[in-house]
C-alpha cells in the first residue's frame, strides 16, 4: 500500500498554543512494499513525518494519502480510523506502552479493538509470538517479568496481530545490544519480504541504513532533503556530513582507502563484503 503526502505542512497544538511549523510543505510518495529509511539530525521531524501516516499528528494544510483513505484537516475521524486500520505503528521504546496483566492480553488488545472475537485474536497471538522468535509459553506471563528484548519483541507482536499493510517504527533497535539490535532489524526485515509491507523506520545508526533499507529520506528542518537509493545517499561525503549524518563503516573506509592509494572505486560500497569484492576485481586485495 502507498503512502502519499501532498504540501503537507504540520505543527503541535498544546490547548491555544501552537508551535512553529515542524514540517513544511513536505511531498512525497513511498512506493508500495518499499523499505525506507528516514534519518536525519535530532528534532528535524522523523518522528512527526511517520506520526502523520496514522493521524497522531494531523496537517494543518495539504493532504496525506494512505492507499485510498485521504487524511486532512477538514475531515479527520473516519479516515484516520481507517488508516490506523492499515498502518502498524511502532513507537520508539515501545515495551514501555505494554500495560496488561499477561503477553497475551497485551497481544490481543488491538485485534479486539478492531473487532476480532477473543477466539480468533488468541490463535492470531500464537501465530505472532513465534514469528518474532519467542516462545508460546510466554504468551501467560507477565510482560514485566521479560528482558529488554523480549518486551520490544512483545510489542512489536502486538502491532503484527493486527495484520499491517504498513508497517512505520521509530527507531526500532535503540537501546538493545548489537545482537539483539540485528535480530529485531533481520526480523523486520523477513516480514517485509514474506508479508509484502511497506516499511518506514526512523535510524540514526547510518549501517542499520546501509544493511536492510532500499530507500531513504533525509529530513531537514521539516523537509524532505533526499530522497533515492541508499547507494546515492552516500554517494558524496560532504553532503552528507551537511545533513549532520554519518556514513555508513564500509563506505567510511571505501573513502579512506581510496584517499590513501589515490584510487576511485567503481562503484559506492555498503557493506565490507562489497567493497571486499570491489577491491579484488579491481586487483587491489
Ligand atoms: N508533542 C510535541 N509538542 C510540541 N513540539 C513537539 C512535539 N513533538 C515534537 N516537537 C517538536 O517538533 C520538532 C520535530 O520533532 P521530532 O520528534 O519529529 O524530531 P525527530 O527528528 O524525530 O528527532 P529525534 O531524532 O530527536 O527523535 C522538534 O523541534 C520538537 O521539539
Ligand atoms: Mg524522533
Not at 79 to 99: C, N, T, Y
Request: aromatic residues 6%.
Amino acid at each position: 500500500m502507498q503512502i502519499r503526502l501532498d504540501t503537507v505542512t504540520a505543527d503541535y497544538r498544546v490547548g491555544p498554543i501552537r508551535s512553529p511549523k515542524i514540517l513544511n510543505a513536505v511531498s512525497t510518495t513511498v512506493k508500495s512494499k518499499s523499505f525506507s529509511a528516514v534519518v536525519g539530525h535530532t528534532g528535524s521531524g522523523k518522528s512527526s513525518l511517520l506520526k502523520l501516516t496514522n493521524g497522531l499528528l494531523l496537517p494543518t494544510s495539504g493532504q496525506v494519502e494512505i492507499g485510498d483513505h485521504i487524511i486532512k484537516s477538514e475531515n479527520p475521524k473516519k479516515s484516520v480510523k481507517a488508516a490506523r486500520k492499515k498502518v502498524g505503528m511502532v513507537f520508539q521504546f515501545p515495551e514501555s506502552q505494554l500495560f496488561a496483566e499477561t503477553v497475551e492480553k497485551d497481544i490481543i488488545f488491538g485485534p479486539l479493538n478492531f473487532g476480532m472475537s477473543v477466539e480468533e485474536a488468541k490463535v492470531i497471538a500464537k501465530e505472532v509470538i513465534v514469528q518474532v522468535g519467542l516462545e508460546v509459553s510466554i504468551l501467560k506471563k507477565s510482560p514485566f517479568s521479560l528482558s529488554g528484548g523480549q518486551k520490544r519483541r512483545v510489542a512489536i507482536a502486538g502491532i503484527l496481530a493486527m495484520n499491517p499493510d504498513i508497517l512505520v517504527l521509530d527507531e526500532p533497535g535503540a537501546g538493545l545490544d548489537p545482537k539483539g539490535k540485528k535480530e529485531i532489524m533481520s526480523l523486520i526485515r523477513s516480514w517485509h519480504e514474506e508479508k509484502g509491507l511497506t516499511t518506514i523506520f526512523v535510524t540514526h545508526d547510518m549501517d542499520d541504513v546501509a544493511l536492510y533499507a532500499d530507500e531513504v529520506i533525509v529530513m531537514e528542518k521539516g523537509s524532505i532533503a533526499f530522497q533515492g537509493t541508499v547507494r546515492d545517499a552516500f554517494r558524496d561525503a560532504d553532503r552528507v556530513r551537511n545533513w549532520h549524518l554519518e556514513l555508513p563503516e564500509a563506505r567510511r573506509f571505501q573513502l579512506k582507502l581510496e584517499k590513501e592509494k589515490a584510487v576511485s572505486l567503481p562503484r559506492v560500497c555498503l557493506t565490507l563484503n562489497e567493497l571486499a569484492d570491489v577491491l579484488i576485481e579491481v586487483g587491489l586485495a
